[in-house]
């Protein structure tokens, strides 16, 4: 007896595009055609490295640099060399940010893959979705760094405004979480280890964290009151929880100007599946 044929299980899978007015940019592909010609400083090399012709690679980026509201892709002249092509800055700005983008988009087409494909279950979008945490601080970005230690390591995340957070990690969580340049991390920081000061210029301190920026909100309780500082890169804001007697002390209000400082070890990394 023939025993029947296991069909092959359900997947999930998506891809990214960019768009201008509606119209496509392009997706994973044509930013690794840009890729490749920062890499390699011509069309045909880049070509070739991502199996296009030369026509096809060519039309591509002159597609892309007709929609985008300024060139992606320009020629350099040169000497005896002849010159090369390079990505212009913000070329380069949209590679590196369209990375960050396509890694979240496949953490979170794997979570949806991995929660929703058994049809034997109900569909539960806030089950997969719900990422409950105490820290009120949490901040996506790359890691930049890692400088391995005897006992810890010490992790460098980059956020998209190029603030800068570091954080220290044992090697085995570094190895747990898969942690290596350019992976996207989430660094969760509770408002009570962020402390706030002002007038820092020329001050030296030991906490490797600094983050300046302005209060934005100053919200009292009986005791404390919680301070929300808009940082100066654009990162969005940072919340730290004082004492009356320091928001007095400090003189915060909305306007002036303050620096959020925190430990490296008050910093927790976290990963998507």
Same mark, same amino acid.
């Given at each position: 007896?023939?025993?029947?044929?296991?069909?092959?299980?359900?997947?999930? /899978?998506? *891809?990214?595009?960019?768009?201008?007015?509606?119209?496509?940019?392009?997706?994973?592909?044509?930013?690794?055609?840009?890729?490749?010609?920062?890499?390699?400083?011509?069309?045909?090399?880049?070509? +070739?490295?991502? !199996?296009?012709?030369?026509?096809?690679?060519?039309?591509?980026?002159? *597609?892309?640099?007709?929609?985008?509201?300024?060139?992606?892709?320009?020629?350099? =002249?040169?000497?005896? !060399?002849?010159?090369? #092509? +390079?990505? #212009?800055?913000?070329?380069?700005?949209?590679?590196?940010?369209?990375?960050?983008?396509?890694? %979240?988009?496949?953490?979170?087409?794997?979570?949806?893959?991995?929660?929703?494909? /058994?049809? /034997?279950?109900?569909?539960?979008?806030?089950?997969?979705?719900?990422?409950?945490?105490?820290?009120?601080?949490?901040?996506?970005?790359?890691?930049?760094? $890692?400088?391995?230690?005897?006992?810890? /390591?010490? %992790?460098?995340?980059?956020?998209?405004?190029?603030?800068?957070?570091?954080? +220290?990690?044992?090697?085995?969580?570094?190895? =747990?979480? !898969?942690?290596?340049?350019?992976?996207?991390? $989430?660094?969760?920081?509770?408002?009570?280890?962020?402390?706030?000061?002002? @007038?820092?210029?020329?001050?030296?301190?030991?906490?490797?964290?600094?983050? *300046? !920026?302005?209060?934005?909100?100053?919200?009292?309780?009986?005791?404390? =009151?919680? %301070?929300?500082? @808009?940082?100066?890169?654009?990162?969005?804001?940072?919340? =730290?929880?004082? #004492? +009356?007697?320091?928001?007095?002390?400090?003189?915060?209000?909305?306007?002036?100007?303050? #620096?959020? %400082?925190?430990?490296?070890?008050?910093? $927790?990394?976290?990963?998507?599946?």
């Amino acid at each position: 007896m023939r025993r029947p044929r296991k069909a092959p299980a359900l997947g999930l /899978d998506g *891809a990214v595009w960019l768009t201008i007015g509606g119209t496509a940019l392009g997706g994973r592909e044509r930013v690794e055609l840009l890729r490749a010609v920062a890499e390699t400083g011509s069309i045909t090399r880049a070509a +070739q490295a991502v !199996g296009l012709s030369y026509k096809g690679a060519w039309e591509a980026i002159e *597609a892309m640099n007709g929609l985008a509201r300024e060139p992606l892709v320009e020629r350099r =002249a040169g000497g005896r !060399g002849g010159g090369a #092509t +390079q990505l #212009t800055p913000h070329g380069a700005k949209l590679v590196e940010r369209f990375g960050q983008l396509d890694a %979240v988009h496949r953490r979170f087409v794997t979570l949806l893959e991995q929660g929703s494909i /058994d049809l /034997d279950r109900d569909f539960s979008l806030l089950g997969i979705l719900n990422m409950r945490t105490s820290a009120r601080n949490q901040f996506v970005g790359t890691v930049s760094a $890692i400088r391995a230690g005897a006992v810890n /390591d010490e %992790v460098e995340l980059t956020l998209p405004g190029g603030t800068r957070i570091v954080a +220290q990690v044992t090697p085995q969580s570094t190895a =747990a979480l !898969g942690l290596r340049t350019q992976a996207t991390v $989430i660094a969760l920081l509770k408002s009570s280890a962020v402390l706030v000061a002002t @007038e820092l210029e020329g001050a030296r301190l030991s906490a490797r964290n600094q983050l *300046a !920026g302005t209060v934005r909100a100053v919200t009292p309780g009986a005791v404390n =009151a919680e %301070v929300e500082i @808009e940082l100066d890169s654009g990162d969005g804001r940072i919340v =730290a929880i004082v #004492t +009356q007697p320091s928001v007095e002390a400090l003189g915060l209000a909305p306007g002036v100007r303050a #620096t959020a %400082v925190f430990d490296v070890a008050n910093v $927790i990394l976290a990963v998507t599946a």
